[in-house]
């Protein structure tokens, strides 16, 4: 029951600690996405606080993107997270460089599980797409054209593993990456080594190469890791260390 995971706050951190409680409650599960939140009175009741205090922590909840308020129904928990973990990975990629680094080195882990899910999961329909986006990435006539050319192959792999929770993960790191991407790309003259290795992906994908897949993708989100931090450690950034 709800009422026995919810425990009434001291009076220094009520409002924090009812917004604490309640995000736990709504990423774990246990008030799932799309789900009604007990009535204001109801919730009073179970934090023991007052009307004041339960409506601080609920604009608060509502401005990070986790609740919807809806007068009169109700409040409900939002139907997908992308909105919070956007703004939160935002946020992070402006404090420091090392959280866009462990943001890649996540991203690399989940898009080479999207690689060969999408090598066992493709079909000739999807070939066919993958082929007309890396056909159109070798005529890119610029940097921002290839970029977002790039992301559209990588966000169609994942569409092909057919995983809907890895897909919005995924699209979730691109918000943040797709700006350093720009820089690196702007940076270096890597456009054909990048061709080239978007190339060795998808023809893996096509020959249902599970294992070749992920080691085509994995080095090709090696080689982007390994050029933010040249690029970083260029602009006197990141020490060298």
Known sequence: MLEDQIHQVKKTTMSQNIVQQLMELIINGTIPPGGKLPSERKLMEM???GRSTLREAIRALAALGLIDVRVPEGTFVAESFGDFFTKHLELMSKISFDNILELVEARVGVEVILAEMAAKKSTDEDHVRLDD????????SNHDTFLELDLEFHRLIAEMARNSFLTEVLQISSVVTKVWMA???????IQQKLMDQHLAVAQAIKEKNTEKAKEAMSIHLDTINQLLVEYKQKNGE???D
């Open 238 to 240: 990141v020490s060298v």
């Open 133 to 140: 986006v890396v056909k159109r990435m070798q005529r890119a």
């Open 183 to 189: 820089k690196v790309i702007e940076g270096y003259s």
């Open 47 to 49: 934090f023991g606080v």
